[in-house]
């Protein structure tokens, strides 16, 4: 099969397209012929050499595919040949065959292309756990999201709108993402090459601040995150861009009883990750079966040109997700 090899630690240029056998599924795992597979930021992090995939995971980059069972280890019962499905993975989507944990994969919803599909798994599984499970962001309740035309930050601006946010309010990098974020629900979009969202936010929200922020920033933002939030708010780091928060002020997170925390998705075990999937199935299963929230899709490259995929995620120029397609998705 191809695959994407990262020749070594470096820009775009280094992601090379290579012959590596098809893995075989163990016992608990089945082997999906990809037709696409979403690009995140922490494959930029991989190919950078400063985000190593988990002990056992492949070294080819990739985090959540869309394809077809094509075989299943001897104790799945669950998923058979020709299944369209869906799966998160601790990486090895850069591929035209990837295995997968049963656990960890899952039907392709009703209305989903497979394009769409394997710009879910880890986008909105990310925005779940993080806005919802440990931000708990709830109805009535303000969030402000950085990175807002990013893959997380369309689908958090879908989401707090789909969960009843009283007021939404992303950070964006463009006049033309300002209003790409509107359309998808923001109530205010900021461009923060020209505006200062503390200023913004406390303008929005009549000088109260917001109930939780979703940061995948850091550096000087984190200060700033403290200066937008509202008393008790919640801020929660899932990257950090623009590295170390510089000569940070701890005494506004206590004056306002901030509750600032971090978390990652990729190390967490199969059956934590399993039951991430079944409660995002639960609760958003609905929204995406009515058509009401879907995977926002910026642009497709050929698996064998995920060079120009990670260049264009690396501009910022994108609103949504960028997805790779392999030669059975093109086929299909």
Known sequence: MIAIDIAQPGGPEVLTPAQHPVPEPAADEVLIRI????????????????????????????????????????????????????????????????????????????????????????????????????????????????????????????????FGASKIITTVGSPAQQAASVALGADVAVDYRCEDFVEAVMHATGGRGVDVIVDIVAGDYVARNYAAAAMNGRIV??????????????????????????STLRSRTHEEKAALIADLTHAVGPHISRGAVKPLIFRTFDLEDARGAHALLESGGHVGKVVLVTAAGRAA
């Open 35 to 162: 037709h696409a597979a979403g690009v995140n930021g922490p494959d930029l992090l991989q190919r950078k050499g400063l985000y190593d995939p988990p002990p056992g995971a492949p070294d080819i980059p990739g985090l959540e595919v869309a394809g077809e069972v094509v075989a299943v280890g001897g104790s799945v019962t669950q998923f058979a040949a020709g299944d369209r499905v869906a799966a998160l993975i601790a990486g090895g989507g850069y591929a035209e065959y990837a295995v997968a944990h049963a656990s960890n994969v899952f039907a392709i919803p009703e209305g989903l292309s497979m394009v769409e599909a394997a710009a879910m798994p880890e986008t909105f599984l990310t925005v779940w756990l993080n806005m919802f499970q440990r931000g708990r962001l709830a109805a009535g309740e303000s969030v402000l999201i950085h990175g807002g035309a990013s893959g997380i930050g369309t689908t958090a601006t879908m989401l707090a709108r789909a």
């Open 237 to 262: 780091q899932i990257g950090v861009i623009k590295g170390a928060a510089p000569s940070l002020d701890l005494f506004p997170m206590l004056a306002k009883r901030l509750t600032h925390i971090g």
